[in-house]
C-alpha cells in the first residue's frame, strides 16, 4: 500500500483518512483539478485503493478510479459555432478519449459518458512492475540462519492439506475451486445483500455448499463477509489462520482456541466448519476479498443472544453497505418470524436483521435423509453427542441426487418464517474437528474445491 500511495502522490494527489479493518486498508485520495474549457464543463477523479492482507507475505491491492461530471453554464457564450468548438476541445481534452479504449470499456464509455467506479488496471500495472521488477539481493554472508518452523502435534493423515497447493488467482468462475454452481445464487447476488443460511448442525454438506456460495459470489466481483456461528473471543485467532500458510502448526494453533476444546462438541466445530475456515483461507490467498466474521457469545442465552448476533451484522452493515454477507447459524436464528414452537415471544436473529434490511433473504436447508453430528438428551437426561440419523420434515425433504440450488417461496416469507429453501443433497455426520476419527473423505482432497460439510436434523430446530 505504501508503493501504490507513493504512485499516486507523484501524480498530485493527497489522500483523507478512512476507517480499516485488521488485514485491510483503505485509501481515498483527494479530488483532482480538472481540466476545463471556457464552458466549465468537465470531470472531476478520485482514486480508492483497497488492500487486502492474504498470507503472511501475501497481500492484494486493487485501485479504483471514481469520477463524476462537473456541469457549467455556457450562456454567455454567443454562438453555436463557438460553443461547438468548446466542445470539441473540451471532449479532446479527455484523457480516455486520447488513451484509447480497450474493447470492454469502449462501448460503455461512449454510451454512457462519464464512467463511475472503473478498476484503474493502468495503475494496477504500473504497481506491479515497481513491485515486482527490482534487482534481487544476492546472499553472500554465511551467518543467514533459517526460521524454525513449529512441529506438528498430531498425525500426518489428521491434517488438512490444502497449504501444500499454490494459490489459483487466475481460475476461472467455473473453475473446481467454487465447486458446484449453486444454482438460483446469481439472481440473488447484488452489493448490500444478506443471506441468512439456516441449518441443523452437524452435517458435511452445509458447509461445503456455503463455500461453494461465498467462492462464487467473490468470484462475481463482490466482497465477501461470511458469518460463523464462533464466539467473538475466537476473532483474533482466526484472522491470524486467514493470514497463515495453513500448515499443520497453524492448524493446531487454530484448534488451541476454547471453542474447539469443549467437553461437549456440537456441529458448530465440526471438521467441515474447520475445513470451510480453511478453504476461506486457500480463496484469500488466491486473490478473492472475503471476510470471516465470529459472531457468537458464550456470555448470553435466548433473546438477550439473539439480539447480540443481529447487532453484530447491523453495525456492519451500516460500516459496511457494499459487501455481500452470508450468515450461517442455526435455523432458528435465521427465522423472520417472532415465536418459535417452544416459546412464543422468541425474537430471533432474522427478525431482528428483517426490520432493519427488508431485501435480506432467509433460507432454511432442504435435504434428504442421512446422518449428522449433534448433541441430545439420553434416558437419563445427560448430554449425548455422537451421530444421529437426520430424517427432513415434509417442508424441507427432497430426494437425493440432485444438484444444490436455491428455491425462493411465490409468496414472499412462508408460514414457517422463511423466504426459501437451500438444498444441500443427503446428509453425512462431521465429527467434530479434535475427535481422533474426524477425518472425512473429503477432507483428504489436496484440492481446494467444495469440500463436504456437516448435516442437519429436519423436524428438530437448533436453539
Not at 196 to 217: H, K, N, Y
Not at 249 to 260: C, K, N, S
Not at 368 to 389: F, H, I, K, M
Amino acid at each position: 500500500m505504501a508503493a501504490a500511495q507513493q504512485l499516486l502522490q507523484e501524480r498530485g494527489f493527497t489522500f483523507e483518512p478512512m476507517e480499516s479493518e485488521k488485514n485491510e486498508t483503505r485509501l481515498l485520495s483527494s479530488w483532482d483539478t480538472p481540466s476545463t474549457g471556457v464552458s466549465r464543463n468537465g470531470k472531476l477523479t478520485r482514486y480508492l485503493m483497497v488492500g487486502l492482507q492474504v498470507a503472511p507475505k501475501q497481500s492484494v491491492v486493487r485501485i479504483f478510479r471514481l469520477s463524476r461530471a462537473m456541469v457549467g453554464n455556457d450562456v454567455e457564450i454567443a454562438t453555436l459555432n463557438d460553443k461547438m468548438k468548446l466542445e470539441a476541445q473540451e471532449q479532446n481534452a479527455d484523457p480516455i478519449r486520447n488513451k484509447g479504449l480497450s474493447f470492454q470499456t469502449e462501448r460503455v464509455a461512449e454510451t454512457r459518458g462519464v464512467m463511475n467506479g472503473i478498476r484503474a488496471t493502468d495503475l494496477e500495472n504500473e504497481l506491479t512492475l515497481r513491485l515486482e521488477s527490482g534487482a534481487s539481493i544476492e546472499l553472500v554472508a554465511g551467518n543467514i540462519k533459517s526460521e524454525d518452523k513449529k512441529p506438528a502435534r498430531r498425525g500426518e493423515d489428521f491434517y488438512l492439506q490444502r497449504w501444500k497447493q499454490q494459490p489459483e488467482g487466475n481460475a476461472p468462475v467455473a473453475s473446481a475451486r467454487c465447486g458446484t454452481e449453486v444454482r438460483g445464487l446469481r439472481k440473488l447476488l447484488r452489493p448490500g445483500q444478506t443471506l441468512l443460511i439456516g441449518e441443523q448442525l452437524g452435517s458435511e454438506q452445509l458447509p461445503a455448499i456455503v463455500g461453494d456460495m461465498v467462492c462464487q459470489a467473490a468470484e462475481s466481483g463482490h466482497i465477501v463477509t461470511l458469518g460463523l456461528s464462533i464466539p467473538r473471543l475466537e476473532q483474533e485467532r482466526l484472522d491470524r489462520y486467514l493470514t497463515s500458510a495453513g500448515g499443520p502448526a497453524d492448524q493446531d494453533e487454530l484448534l488451541d482456541g476454547d471453542f474447539w476444546r469443549r467437553p461437549y462438541q456440537d456441529g458448530r466445530s465440526s471438521r467441515a466448519v474447520m475445513d470451510l475456515i480453511d478453504r476461506v483461507r486457500a480463496l484469500r490467498a488466491s486473490g478473492l476479498i472475503i471476510h470471516l466474521v465470529a459472531y457468537d457469545t458464550d456470555l448470553l442465552k435466548g433473546n438477550e443472544r439473539d439480539a447480540a448476533f443481529a447487532d453484530v451484522w447491523m453495525k456492519r452493515r451500516a460500516a459496511r453497505p457494499e459487501e455481500v454477507f452470508i450468515v450461517v447459524s442455526g435455523n432458528a436464528h435465521v427465522n423472520v418470524s417472532r415465536g418459535s414452537q417452544w416459546d412464543s415471544g422468541y425474537e430471533p436473529m432474522g427478525w431482528h436483521m428483517l426490520k432493519a434490511d427488508p431485501t435480506l433473504k432467509a433460507l432454511d436447508m432442504s435435504f434428504a435423509q442421512g446422518t449428522r453430528w449433534a448433541c441430545d438428551l439420553n434416558a437419563e437426561s445427560n448430554l449425548d453427542c455422537r451421530v444421529y440419523g437426520s430424517t427432513p420434515s415434509q417442508l424441507v425433504a427432497k430426494v437425493k441426487g440432485l444438484s444444490p440450488h436455491i428455491e425462493l417461496f411465490e409468496g414472499g416469507v412462508s408460514l414457517e418464517g422463511y423466504h426459501g429453501l437451500l438444498y444441500v443433497g443427503e446428509l453425512s455426520a462431521s465429527p467434530p474437528a479434535t475427535a481422533p476419527n474426524a477425518i472425512p473423505v473429503r477432507s483428504q482432497d489436496t484440492t481446494p474445491s467444495s469440500p463436504t460439510a456437516p448435516p442437519r436434523p429436519p423436524a428438530r430446530l437448533n436453539r
